[in-house]
Protein backbone atom coordinates (compact mmCIF):
# COMPACT_ATOMS: atom_id res chain seq x y z
CA UNK A 1 0.00 0.00 0.00
CA UNK A 2 2.56 2.34 0.26
CA UNK A 3 1.26 4.23 3.14
CA UNK A 4 2.52 5.13 6.13
CA UNK A 5 0.68 4.88 9.76
CA UNK A 6 2.54 6.87 12.63
CA UNK A 7 1.52 4.30 16.53
CA UNK A 8 1.40 6.38 19.00
CA UNK A 9 1.67 4.88 22.29
CA UNK A 10 2.04 7.03 25.97
CA UNK A 11 3.81 4.92 28.57
CA UNK A 12 4.14 5.47 31.87
CA UNK A 13 4.35 3.03 34.73
CA UNK A 14 3.40 -0.11 32.55
CA UNK A 15 6.60 -1.88 33.13
CA UNK A 16 4.93 -5.37 33.71
CA UNK A 17 2.59 -5.02 30.10
CA UNK A 18 5.00 -2.89 27.92
CA UNK A 19 7.00 -5.92 26.14
CA UNK A 20 3.22 -7.55 25.55
CA UNK A 21 2.04 -4.28 23.66
CA UNK A 22 4.87 -3.56 21.86
CA UNK A 23 5.50 -6.98 20.74
CA UNK A 24 2.00 -6.60 19.36
CA UNK A 25 2.85 -3.96 17.40
CA UNK A 26 6.35 -4.77 15.65
CA UNK A 27 4.62 -8.19 15.05
CA UNK A 28 2.14 -5.93 12.56
CA UNK A 29 1.21 -7.46 9.33
CA UNK A 30 0.82 -4.14 7.94
CA UNK A 31 4.71 -3.04 7.71
CA UNK A 32 5.02 0.61 6.49
CA UNK A 33 4.51 2.37 10.12
CA UNK A 34 6.77 4.43 12.35
CA UNK A 35 5.62 3.12 16.25
CA UNK A 36 6.53 6.76 18.32
CA UNK A 37 6.58 5.68 22.05
CA UNK A 38 6.64 8.73 24.64
CA UNK A 39 7.83 7.96 27.66
CA UNK A 40 6.03 10.41 29.86
CA UNK A 41 9.00 10.62 32.64
CA UNK A 42 7.87 7.11 33.73
CA UNK A 43 9.67 6.26 37.18
CA UNK A 44 9.96 2.41 36.43
CA UNK A 45 11.69 0.82 33.71
CA UNK A 46 9.49 1.25 30.85
CA UNK A 47 12.09 4.03 29.43
CA UNK A 48 14.95 1.49 29.49
CA UNK A 49 12.54 -0.70 27.99
CA UNK A 50 11.19 1.32 25.06
CA UNK A 51 15.32 2.33 24.24
CA UNK A 52 16.01 -1.32 23.41
CA UNK A 53 12.97 -2.02 21.32
CA UNK A 54 14.31 1.34 19.59
CA UNK A 55 17.51 -0.66 19.03
CA UNK A 56 16.21 -3.49 17.59
CA UNK A 57 13.74 -1.86 15.41
CA UNK A 58 14.46 1.03 13.48
CA UNK A 59 10.45 1.97 12.80
CA UNK A 60 10.75 2.78 16.76
CA UNK A 61 11.06 6.15 17.60
CA UNK A 62 11.41 7.24 21.53
CA UNK A 63 10.47 10.47 22.95
CA UNK A 64 11.76 10.97 26.61
CA UNK A 65 9.49 13.67 28.55
CA UNK A 66 11.69 15.53 31.24
CA UNK A 67 8.25 15.49 33.29
CA UNK A 68 4.92 13.40 33.43
CA UNK A 69 2.60 15.51 31.73
CA UNK A 70 -0.38 12.73 31.47
CA UNK A 71 -1.89 10.83 28.36
CA UNK A 72 -2.89 14.29 26.82
CA UNK A 73 0.11 15.52 26.39
CA UNK A 74 1.92 12.59 26.00
CA UNK A 75 -0.54 12.32 23.06
CA UNK A 76 -0.05 15.33 21.51
CA UNK A 77 3.51 15.49 21.73
CA UNK A 78 2.98 12.00 19.48
CA UNK A 79 0.92 14.11 17.35
CA UNK A 80 3.24 16.40 16.65
CA UNK A 81 6.15 14.22 15.69
CA UNK A 82 4.16 11.84 13.38
CA UNK A 83 5.14 11.73 9.41
CA UNK A 84 2.69 9.29 8.57
CA UNK A 85 -0.36 9.70 6.61
CA UNK A 86 -2.24 8.15 8.94
CA UNK A 87 -2.45 7.82 13.07
CA UNK A 88 -3.23 5.44 15.38
CA UNK A 89 -3.29 5.58 18.84
CA UNK A 90 -2.76 2.57 21.65
CA UNK A 91 -2.12 2.46 25.08
CA UNK A 92 0.77 0.85 26.90
CA UNK A 93 -0.84 -2.06 28.67
CA UNK A 94 -2.89 -3.10 25.65
CA UNK A 95 -2.23 -5.17 22.71
CA UNK A 96 -3.46 -5.31 19.22
CA UNK A 97 -4.86 -8.18 16.82
CA UNK A 98 -1.64 -9.55 14.50
CA UNK A 99 -3.83 -7.83 11.51
CA UNK A 100 -5.13 -4.62 13.22
CA UNK A 101 -3.62 -2.20 10.79
CA UNK A 102 -4.53 -3.40 7.49
CA UNK A 103 -7.84 -4.82 8.52
CA UNK A 104 -8.34 -1.22 9.53
CA UNK A 105 -6.61 0.94 6.75
CA UNK A 106 -8.03 -1.49 4.03
CA UNK A 107 -11.06 -0.77 5.49
CA UNK A 108 -11.00 2.96 5.39
CA UNK A 109 -10.04 2.62 1.85
CA UNK A 110 -12.80 0.31 1.01
CA UNK A 111 -15.60 3.01 2.68
CA UNK A 112 -14.04 5.97 1.39
CA UNK A 113 -13.97 7.18 4.93
CA UNK A 114 -11.83 9.44 6.87
CA UNK A 115 -11.83 7.23 10.37
CA UNK A 116 -12.49 3.48 10.77
CA UNK A 117 -13.06 1.67 14.34
CA UNK A 118 -12.34 -1.98 15.13
CA UNK A 119 -14.45 -3.83 17.92
CA UNK A 120 -11.95 -3.46 20.87
CA UNK A 121 -12.38 -6.65 23.84
CA UNK A 122 -12.54 -6.04 26.95
CA UNK A 123 -10.21 -8.29 29.52
CA UNK A 124 -10.10 -8.07 32.91
CA UNK A 125 -6.68 -8.59 34.79
CA UNK A 126 -7.42 -10.76 37.78
CA UNK A 127 -4.90 -10.43 41.14
CA UNK A 128 -3.30 -14.11 40.12
CA UNK A 129 -2.53 -12.53 36.99
CA UNK A 130 -5.31 -14.51 34.75
CA UNK A 131 -7.01 -13.31 31.97
CA UNK A 132 -10.96 -12.87 31.57
CA UNK A 133 -11.60 -11.91 28.50
CA UNK A 134 -15.27 -10.03 28.11
CA UNK A 135 -17.95 -11.19 25.21
CA UNK A 136 -18.97 -7.80 23.33
CA UNK A 137 -22.11 -6.92 21.95
CA UNK A 138 -22.13 -7.94 17.91
CA UNK A 139 -23.37 -5.70 15.14
CA UNK A 140 -22.94 -5.88 11.37
CA UNK A 141 -20.12 -3.76 10.06
CA UNK A 142 -21.66 0.35 9.05
CA UNK A 143 -20.82 3.03 7.72
CA UNK A 144 -21.87 6.44 9.72
CA UNK A 145 -22.20 10.03 8.92
CA UNK A 146 -20.57 12.22 11.64
CA UNK A 147 -24.32 13.14 12.91
CA UNK A 148 -24.97 9.63 13.77
CA UNK A 149 -20.68 8.73 15.28
CA UNK A 150 -21.83 12.01 17.24
CA UNK A 151 -24.38 10.81 18.87
CA UNK A 152 -23.17 7.18 19.32
CA UNK A 153 -20.41 9.32 21.21
CA UNK A 154 -22.25 11.40 23.57
CA UNK A 155 -24.93 8.61 24.28
CA UNK A 156 -22.31 5.92 25.21
CA UNK A 157 -18.28 6.39 25.87
CA UNK A 158 -15.54 6.34 23.48
CA UNK A 159 -11.55 5.82 22.91
CA UNK A 160 -9.45 7.42 20.85
CA UNK A 161 -7.86 4.15 20.30
CA UNK A 162 -8.02 1.39 17.92
CA UNK A 163 -9.05 3.96 15.35
CA UNK A 164 -7.21 5.14 12.25
CA UNK A 165 -7.63 8.40 11.47
CA UNK A 166 -6.15 10.66 8.27
CA UNK A 167 -3.59 12.98 9.74
CA UNK A 168 -4.57 16.19 8.35
CA UNK A 169 -7.87 15.08 10.69
CA UNK A 170 -5.54 16.80 13.66
CA UNK A 171 -4.04 19.88 12.10
CA UNK A 172 -6.57 21.91 14.34
CA UNK A 173 -7.28 19.44 17.20
CA UNK A 174 -5.12 18.04 20.12
CA UNK A 175 -5.88 16.47 23.25
CA UNK A 176 -7.23 18.80 26.05
CA UNK A 177 -4.11 18.30 28.45
CA UNK A 178 -4.51 18.29 32.66
CA UNK A 179 -7.58 16.23 32.30
CA UNK A 180 -8.24 12.64 32.29
CA UNK A 181 -11.28 11.45 30.24
CA UNK A 182 -9.99 13.31 27.16
CA UNK A 183 -10.46 11.13 24.48
CA UNK A 184 -14.07 12.23 24.21
CA UNK A 185 -14.03 15.88 23.55
CA UNK A 186 -11.34 15.48 20.94
CA UNK A 187 -13.03 12.48 19.01
CA UNK A 188 -16.20 14.33 19.39
CA UNK A 189 -14.85 17.02 17.30
CA UNK A 190 -12.66 15.31 15.11
CA UNK A 191 -15.51 13.13 14.39
CA UNK A 192 -17.57 16.44 13.29
CA UNK A 193 -15.36 17.62 10.86
CA UNK A 194 -15.87 13.90 8.52
CA UNK A 195 -18.04 12.68 6.20
CA UNK A 196 -17.72 8.99 6.91
CA UNK A 197 -16.52 6.85 9.89
CA UNK A 198 -16.68 3.13 9.71
CA UNK A 199 -17.23 0.40 12.44
CA UNK A 200 -16.41 -3.13 11.90
CA UNK A 201 -17.56 -6.25 13.57
CA UNK A 202 -13.97 -7.22 14.10
CA UNK A 203 -11.45 -7.55 17.11
CA UNK A 204 -8.87 -5.42 16.48
CA UNK A 205 -7.67 -4.43 19.98
CA UNK A 206 -7.81 -5.47 23.42
CA UNK A 207 -8.50 -3.41 26.67
CA UNK A 208 -6.64 -4.26 29.47
CA UNK A 209 -8.73 -3.22 32.54
CA UNK A 210 -6.50 -3.14 35.89
CA UNK A 211 -7.44 -3.03 39.26
CA UNK A 212 -4.87 0.12 39.99
CA UNK A 213 -5.98 2.08 36.22
CA UNK A 214 -7.80 5.42 36.32
CA UNK A 215 -10.68 3.73 35.41
CA UNK A 216 -10.86 1.08 38.20
CA UNK A 217 -9.51 3.17 41.04
CA UNK A 218 -11.26 5.14 44.03
CA UNK A 219 -13.27 7.83 43.40
CA UNK A 220 -10.86 11.41 42.90
CA UNK A 221 -11.55 14.96 42.68
CA UNK A 222 -9.79 14.34 39.76
CA UNK A 223 -12.75 12.52 38.11
CA UNK A 224 -14.89 15.48 38.17
CA UNK A 225 -12.90 16.00 34.53
CA UNK A 226 -15.64 13.71 33.06
CA UNK A 227 -18.26 16.51 33.97
CA UNK A 228 -16.14 19.87 32.65
CA UNK A 229 -15.73 17.29 29.08
CA UNK A 230 -19.05 17.01 28.87
CA UNK A 231 -20.22 20.28 29.76
CA UNK A 232 -17.32 21.02 27.02
CA UNK A 233 -19.21 19.27 24.70
CA UNK A 234 -22.50 20.08 25.21
CA UNK A 235 -21.25 24.09 24.39
CA UNK A 236 -19.60 22.36 21.25
CA UNK A 237 -22.51 20.86 19.99
CA UNK A 238 -24.61 24.08 21.09
CA UNK A 239 -22.82 26.37 18.32
CA UNK A 240 -21.83 23.23 15.87
CA UNK A 241 -24.73 20.69 15.57
CA UNK A 242 -27.32 21.74 17.90
CA UNK A 243 -29.45 18.96 16.65
CA UNK A 244 -27.16 16.89 18.97
CA UNK A 245 -28.05 19.21 22.02
CA UNK A 246 -30.69 16.43 23.66
CA UNK A 247 -27.89 14.00 23.28
CA UNK A 248 -25.37 16.52 24.99
CA UNK A 249 -27.58 16.77 27.37
CA UNK A 250 -28.41 13.78 28.28
CA UNK A 251 -24.18 12.52 28.62
CA UNK A 252 -23.54 16.30 30.95
CA UNK A 253 -26.48 14.73 32.82
CA UNK A 254 -24.97 11.00 33.44
CA UNK A 255 -21.78 12.37 34.18
CA UNK A 256 -22.86 14.66 37.17
CA UNK A 257 -25.37 11.52 38.71
CA UNK A 258 -22.10 9.28 38.20
CA UNK A 259 -19.95 11.74 40.19
CA UNK A 260 -22.64 11.76 42.95
CA UNK A 261 -22.79 8.72 43.39
CA UNK A 262 -19.58 7.78 44.56
CA UNK A 263 -18.91 10.67 46.25
CA UNK A 264 -17.63 9.52 49.47
Same mark, same amino acid.
Given at each position: ??? #?????? *???? &??????????????Q?? !?????I?? +? +??? *???????????????????????????????? /?????E?????????????????AD???????? =? #???E???????? &????????????? !?????? *? $????? @????? #????? /??????????R !???F?S?????????????????L %?????????? $?? $????? !?K?????????F??? =??????????????????? *????? @???? #? %???????? %?????
Amino acid at each position: MGE #KISVII *PVYK &VEAYLAECLDSVVSQTY !RDMEIILV +D +DAS *PDGCGAICDRYAEKDSRIRVIHRSRNGGLAAA /RNTGIETATGEYLFFADSDDWLAADTLQCLLEN =M #KAYEADCCAGAC &VTVLQNEDGTLDY !RPREHV *P $DRCET @AHDAM #KRLLM /RESSACNRLYR !REAFQSIRFPEGRINEDEPAVLRL %YAQMERIVFL $DR $DTYFY !RKRANSITTSAFSVK =MVDCVYNSRDNLDFVTEKA *PELIP @AAQY #K %YCKTLLWC %YVNLR
